[in-house]
């Protein structure tokens, strides 16, 4: 074997696609190379879609093209070469035996375990790799565990107002721009009856000979995989990132505030246009193709050019500099515990046509199967359809968890477990959110058209006809009483279940009990 001595080994995983990361600080072309690999064992860990895995392996081969263009020796270990080992840990030990780095360093990964793997790996090659910050967020590690010391309770809210005062975005000194800081209720509009009008679609970026040759190799390697590749067509590159993102505050920005929770389904129309008002950002925010600063910066001009209303800018940023910044914050805080929590002691299966759609509840046949085909929902189908299904019937949630995290090609760790665990099924116990996000089928009827397909009828509890999302709403209400009643924001919906008879309480219950033993027979 051949042995190249190198000063600097530069570890680039799948989400580190930026050449202005710190692992690149003092980077010499001359005397340092870059690694990357792509590996199946990430593909399979968990059940990964096949939108996911073309997502990463298409930006990745567009890095090291970018990478060479720049002069820089890049050790790229491809899916279909020979010899390649499987997972990261071999690929990394014999990269380290080829190359013999006198330094190995790379940003903090977005994934705990992955972290430990790399450290275990150079451990038992007696090295140690250098992990440095992750320069791509607004909010450091160690900024988010000042916030949280001494605070009995975390809530997204004050940490978001810390980070308006601390960046001054959307300030008018030392007031929020508006006399507001958030204009959250200005933004849960649905679309009526008429629908959501001609949304513009969104910028395109059709697969080039590079996103084509990963395409088949998806198509090939992973064949039993969920999903499919029809509609790929996600920006890769830095340059298609900018683009996507320009199109987005041209045509979409205005209207985002105020349709952000809205759903619509318009027969098979809907495959056209699944990001309705939505920006499809998340995927090249999450793998650094786009940095967050510049997309804040443009949709707060936006709205001070007068071309975006405040609620608008204020209510993208929020997601951006508010909760994107957030759900890091709790990820790296309170991992690796945070992976086990189950505070409503959830065992349930998951359905097992979460990985087809096949289903006859249409919300969720039309939620999943969009999720498969495309490989994204906006965020309140994620929160109110599948996640609130799920939390109703009382799935574990780390199975949640693992299919969240294998189906959105924005999905990585940092990101998706605080939003499944703890926003979506109140695993943490309310660590996340301050009540848990429940509702009947009739939330799903006032904020989507779903329910007028629908075999089921959402203002029914019980009965032949009665919606599932409703029966098993009151049913988790009865199931955690106790636990819910130490809730203040919890009591109007507790008010409204004394309401209900000893009569209907069981007929709810029973019907219930019936729905997942029908669910879990097809698990
Ligand atoms: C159960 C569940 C799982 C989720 N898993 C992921 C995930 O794996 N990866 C991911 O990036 N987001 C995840 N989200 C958050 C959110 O749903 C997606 O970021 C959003 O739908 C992506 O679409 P978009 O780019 O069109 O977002 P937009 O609606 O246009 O929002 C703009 C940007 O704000 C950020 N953002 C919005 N909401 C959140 C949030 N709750 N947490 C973090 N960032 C947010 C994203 O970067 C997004 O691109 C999840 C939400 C839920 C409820
Ligand atoms: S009736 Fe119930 S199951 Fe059917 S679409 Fe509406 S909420 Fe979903």
Redesign the pocket.
Known sequence: MRKNKLRRLVLVLGDQLDDQSSAFDDFNPETDAVWMAEVSGESTRVWSSKPRIAMFLAAMRHFREHLHRRGYTVHYRQLDDPANRGSLVAELQHAIVEHQPNEIVCVEPGEWSVREELQRAAGKMKREIEFREDRHFLCSRAEFAAHVKGRKQLRMEFFYREMRRKTGVLMNGTEPEGGAWNFDADNRESFGKSGPGDVTSPASFPPDDITREVLALVQTHFPKHPGQLTHFDWPLTPAQAREAFHDFIEHRLPN?GRY?DAMWSADGELMARP?LY?????AA??LKLLDPREVIAAAEQAYRSGRVPLASAEG?IR??LG??EY?RGIYWHFMPGYLERNALNATEPLPRFYWTGHTDLQCLRESIRQTLDYGYA??IQ??MVT?LFALLVGVNPRLVHEW?LAV?V???EW??LP??LG??QHGDGGLMASKPYVASGKYIQRMSNYCTGCRYDPAKATGERACPFTTLYWDFLLRHETFLSKNQRMSMQLRNLARLSPAQRKEIQKHATDWRTRLSAVS
């Open positions: 985002f952000q990001y939505h920006s499809r950002l998340s925010m999450n993208f997601q951006i909760w994107r759900v906006h965020h994620r929160l996640g969240y959105y924005d999905a990585i990101v998706e939003n499944t926003m979506s």
